[in-house]
């Protein structure tokens, strides 16, 4: 016989068993032994946290021949419902039987009397997944519910629910299972088992069960039969692809001293273990709001994953305000994984990103006295072009380009006819656009890329096609860096297309900025360099952007805009 997995093995079985949902149980209870049994009960929650559990307790201690202990484990009831046989309680599935046929099966054969307890109980799980004449056909029922029948469901998405079925239920809402009572709980089966596991590994496992019971006892029985029934954070480490707080602590500390060779190098390191990356992520915003606690109470009891050593470590070399910045690029990042088919890529642009904000000479000079930290400059924006410099033109929209000299030669670039736009951008044109762009701007405009890639109007598709995949870099006051393939940036920077687009962004999303786009290994390397020269003090003067301007041409031609607007092909000119 197959070995029963341990969240079938300890699933609860009495009130007393269940770990957390203590308000649930209580009533529950009190429902059950006061004979106050509703006719139609709604679990919500998060998935593992004792639904079906509840559900399948409530189904027995209501049919249990000795109401006042039910369930009593020893009448024929408890036996049958234990066993998974008894005749009253059905268990259904939502996902698999969706249909009306279904429902109207179940409600046919509700009617019937019990056949061997007091109560016909129905246990519909993700419920949420009916469809809808299912749904309406179960809503009958609801509200005109057959004697010594209940209906117990249980869904982890409510919102899908007919409002009206809800309201005919008593709802119950799971929460998250603490962190603490599930590593008890593990510490209990452990011992059970005979298996050799310390606190912190089991503190580990809860966490990375992020409140789920069932996934804490699923983690903990496939570490055990990978260690031969000992467990260590080591195994732990291997087997999930995670790391240590430490490791997330150091490498905080190397970004917030600016080690950009040591982050990149770590990073690599992540790739090649093959290391969680977004549940990496997930840690070190963990020790960053550590951070943000320990700085302002100084109460080591209220750390959830950094260590008062470490804390105290971090808030050293930097503020509140700087850990809460890196925190909020960190869950911007989280984002990006889904889109980006790369994740360590994702991870270290937004790593180098927090190194390499930059703020003016003077703030830089000032921000160095106290804190070696890029990151604490990112909370600044850079500041506009003296008055005095020379204005360079934008690269793929003049018909006179001068790209940014290297600093130290001062040498001039040469021209580029009108129609021949270069591409790719070089790596001085991106600086040079890169010492004008602010955090601020940048979340505008992703927001407002974000409004394009669900744009529907199908006459704009040769633009939103464009920028549908498309992340931005850097956003500054007057301009979008896109970070895109390059065979896309081509298209994008061509200028018959940059300028149409230019004109969709500014009469459609009322952005009026223009766009330039580079892919992702040139935006890259440019944020090491900006890393580099801001470091030195050798950033290079802000590009002058030059927009394009209607030509009177098509300011005076009305005949030429009604088409445009409603086609060619359906304006009759008289």
Avoid: W
């Amino acid at each position: 016989m197959a070995k029963l997995a341990l969240y079938q093995k300890y699933r609860s079985s009495t009130f007393e068993e269940v770990v957390g949902q203590e308000y649930i149980v209580q009533s529950i209870k009190n429902a059950v032994h006061e004979n106050k049994v509703g006719h139609a009960y709604l679990f919500c929650g998060p998935r593992g946290t004792g639904k079906t559990t509840m559900a399948r307790l409530l189904a027995k201690a209501v049919n249990c021949e000795t109401p006042e202990k039910a369930p009593c484990e020893e009448c024929a009831n408890c036996i049958a419902a234990n066993n998974g046989t008894h005749p009253d309680i059905i268990e259904i599935n939502a996902a698999n039987e969706t249909h009306v046929e279904d429902i109207r099966d179940l409600i046919e054969r509700s009617t019937l009397a019990p056949m061997q307890g007091k109560y016909k109980v129905y246990i519909i799980d993700e419920v949420h997944q009916l469809s809808g004449a299912a749904s309406s056909a179960l809503l009958k029922t609801l509200e005109e519910p057959p004697a010594n029948v209940i209906f117990i469901l249980a869904t982890t998405d409510p919102q899908k629910l007919l409002p009206t079925i809800i309201s005919r239920c008593q709802r119950y809402d799971f929460t998250k299972i603490k962190t603490e009572q599930i590593r008890d709980h593990l510490l209990a089966i452990a011992e059970k088992e005979k298996i050799e596991m310390d606190p912190e590994s089991a503190e580990m496992i809860a966490v990375m069960a992020d409140g789920g019971m069932r996934d804490a006892q699923s983690i903990m029985d496939q570490c055990a039969s990978y260690t031969n029934d000992h467990i260590t954070i080591e195994d732990i480490d291997r087997i999930y692809g995670l790391t240590t707080a430490e490791e997330k602590v150091s490498l905080i500390q190397d970004i917030v001293q600016g080690k950009m060779e040591a982050v990149i190098r770590r990073i690599q390191s992540y790739e090649e273990q093959g290391i969680d990356l977004p549940r990496f992520t997930d840690g070190m915003i963990d020790i960053l709001k550590d951070c943000v606690v320990y700085q302002n109470t100084k109460k080591p009891d209220l750390l959830r994953t950094a260590t008062e050593e470490q804390a105290k470590k971090l808030a050293k070399l930097t503020d509140s305000r700087t850990c809460m910045h890196a925190s909020e690029k960190l869950m911007e990042a989280k984002q990006r994984f889904r889109i980006s088919g790369n994740a360590a890529s994702a991870f270290e642009v937004t790593c180098l990103s927090l190194l390499t904000e930059g703020t003016s000479a003077e703030e830089q000079a000032e921000h160095e006295k106290t804190v070696p930290a890029p990151i604490k400059k990112a909370v600044t924006e850079q500041p506009e072009a003296p008055a005095e410099e020379e204005p360079v033109a934008p690269i793929p929209q003049s018909e006179k380009i001068e790209a940014v000299a290297a600093e130290e030669k001062k040498e001039p670039a040469s021209e580029i006819p009108e129609g021949h736009p270069i591409m790719p951008l070089s790596q001085e044109t991106i600086l040079a656009l890169l010492v004008q762009c602010n955090k601020k701007s940048k979340v505008a405009d992703e927001n407002t890329i974000a409004m394009v890639r669900s744009y529907g109007d199908l006459k704009h598709r040769r633009y939103t096609s464009l920028l549908e995949d498309a992340m931005i870099g850097a956003s500054g006051e007057d301009c979008i860096l896109l970070v895109v393939p390059q065979v896309i940036a081509n298209r994008i920077n061509e200028e018959k297309m940059n300028r149409e687009l230019y004109f969709f962004m500014k009469d459609t999303m009322k952005t009026d900025k223009m766009l330039y786009a580079v892919n992702e290994e040139d935006m890259k390397e440019a944020v090491v360099q900006f890393a580099s020269l801001m470091k030195k003090k050798e950033l290079p003067s802000p590009m002058k952007i030059e927009k394009y301007q209607l030509e009177e041409k098509e300011k005076e031609d009305p005949e030429k805009k009604i088409m445009e607007l409603f086609g060619a092909e359906n304006v009759t000119v008289k």
